[in-house]
């Protein structure tokens, strides 16, 4: 079965400093990998995502992923945080009409 | 403006109760999904739907029951309800299903059931 492991329930980090979410995959072919971003009492926007080709995805707000398919992984990263990146960030793999999603990483950015 | 919007935002109603949350995209798109987001917000698949088709069911109660009248529309029935229930349930939609999807799925705000 597909899955996606996010070690980190919380990462902190100070405005200006560059921030990294991690998730790991596990996934049997070519991997499909999701970012998502839940705003509070929001619903779910999507950030990025990899189906192939360059390692490291851009995408919205500034945030960009880097595929690592020896270490399995598909990193959240940003050079520069802004307080407005406090959310809570899923990392995702797809399956056939279904989304199987990390257990979040909450993102807290302090001024 | 185009989006996927859910009815009501927020269902406060007592054990045992039976009560629907609707979901509409006007984004053309032909597949809907529903997702229930518990207190620790870990968010599961429930249920997808293609052209009007179930698609999936993960292990979910028969109380839950979705319909889609047509394709732009998701609603979610709930009978006799338990206070498990209670959490948010998000609805979504994607431009076409294939195996395994590519295409990102598009959320709504949510709707937060409180199971009293």
């Known amino acids: 079965a597909q899955s996606v492991a996010q070690p980190e329930d919380q990462v902190n980090v100070a405005e200006g400093n560059p921030l990294t979410v991690k998730c790991t995959y596990s996934?049997?072919?070519?991997?499909?990998l999701f970012w998502y971003v839940q705003y509070p009492n929001r619903g779910l926007q999507f950030l990025l995502k990899?189906?192939?080709?360059?390692?490291l995805v851009k995408g919205s707000y500034g945030f960009e992923a880097e595929f690592n398919k020896s270490q399995t992984s598909f990193h959240l990263k940003k050079p520069s945080a802004l307080v407005s990146d406090s959310a809570l960030y899923f990392c995702a793999v797809p399956g056939y009409s279904t989304l199987t999603f990390g257990k979040g990483t909450m993102l807290l950015v302090s001024p | 403006d185009t989006a996927v919007s859910q009815t009501p935002k927020y269902l406060v109603t007592q054990m045992g109760n039976d009560k629907s949350i609707k979901c509409e995209q006007n984004l053309g798109h032909d597949t809907m999904y529903w997702y229930k987001q518990d207190s620790k917000k870990f968010l599961k698949i429930m249920f997808s739907?293609?052209?009007?088709?179930?698609?999936i069911n993960e292990t979910v109660p028969n109380r839950f029951s979705p319909k889609s009248p047509d394709k732009a529309h998701l609603n979610l029935h709930i009978n006799s309800l338990e206070l498990g229930d209670s959490a948010v349930y998000f609805c979504a939609s994607s431009p076409s299903t294939s195996e395994p999807s590519y295409n990102e799925q598009f959320f709504g705000p949510g709707t937060r059931l409180t199971v009293l």
């Open positions: 990899y189906i192939t080709g360059d390692n």
């Open positions: 996934v049997s072919g070519n991997p499909y």
């Open positions: 739907y293609n052209n009007k088709e179930l698609i």
